[in-house]
T-cell receptor, first 116, second 113 residues
Framework: EAGVAQSPRYKIIEKRQSVAFWCNPI?????LYWYQQILGQGPKLLIQ????????DSQLPKDRFSAERLKGVDSTLKIQPAKLEDSAVYLC??????????????FGPGTRLTVL | AQSVTQLGSHVSVSEGALVLLRCNYS??????LFWYVQYPNQGLQLLLK??????LVKGINGFEAEFKKSETSFHLTKPSAHMSDAAEYFC???????????FGTGTRLTIIP
């Protein structure tokens, strides 16, 4: 079974530029998560989708971050314009939806963003 | 709100020695607790989870953790450290179901040959 795929793996941009990250979840997983992991900290949830609907985006800085999952499969996370403090690893995770059981989140390798 | 605190951002142990990584949680409802491992330049991998069944949970790679409600702890242990255990370890708490995980700040484990 293929895991969660993310691209690019690394990205370096200058502040005020735009950047986009792509995630392909495990086939059949209805729930998709984007986490931000700043160096020295644990991952923090930015947004959670179930199919193509947003479940939780309470910690997404909506003035500069946006995310979509148009067909309920792949997802794109965008930052526009980027700030220095956006330097982090962006992790995508997915899980299935089965009632009354715990559904494990599977993580991709992440995209390391450096903003200069 | 739920949160976890990991005590010790860096832990060093000798190869073959006991590994003990500490995690304390705060939750107003019965929590689900997790330990994840992250190797350099890789994503997170689930080591083990507590989902209100047995309080002693066994995971992959010889790790185990014990849920102690009276101490609000979920410490991770391994009897004998291997060089391959060198990585960053994250404790996390989450409610039941497909909801967000709240992670601790991580503990970097170094194994001394």
């Amino acid at each position: 079974e293929a895991g969660v795929a993310q691209s690019p793996r690394y990205k370096i941009i200058e502040k005020r530029q735009s950047v986009a990250f792509w995630c392909n979840p495990i086939s059949g997983h209805a729930t998709l998560y984007w986490y931000q992991q700043i160096l020295g900290q644990g991952p923090k949830l930015l947004i959670q989708f179930q199919n193509n609907g947003v479940v939780d985006d309470s910690q997404l800085p909506k003035d500069r971050f946006s995310a979509e999952r148009l067909k309920g499969v792949d997802s794109t996370l965008k930052i526009q314009p980027a700030k220095l403090e956006d330097s982090a690893v962006y992790l995508c995770a997915s899980s299935s939806v089965r009632l009354a059981v715990y559904n494990e989140q599977f993580f991709g390798p992440g995209t390391r963003l450096t903003v200069l | 709100a739920q949160s976890v605190t990991q005590l010790g951002s860096h832990v060093s142990v000798s190869e073959g020695a006991l590994v003990l990584l500490r995690c304390n949680y705060s939750s107003s409802v019965p929590p689900y607790l997790f330990w994840y491992v992250q190797y350099p330049n890789q994503g997170l991998q689930l080591l083990l989870k507590y989902t209100s069944a047995a309080t002693l949970v066994k995971g992959i790679n010889g790790f185990e953790a014990e849920f102690k409600k009276s101490e609000t702890s979920f410490h991770l242990t391994k009897p004998s450290a291997h060089m391959s255990d060198a990585a960053e370890y994250f404790c996390a708490v989450g409610p039941f179901g497909n909801e967000k995980l709240t992670f601790g700040t991580g503990t970097r484990l170094t194994i001394i040959p």
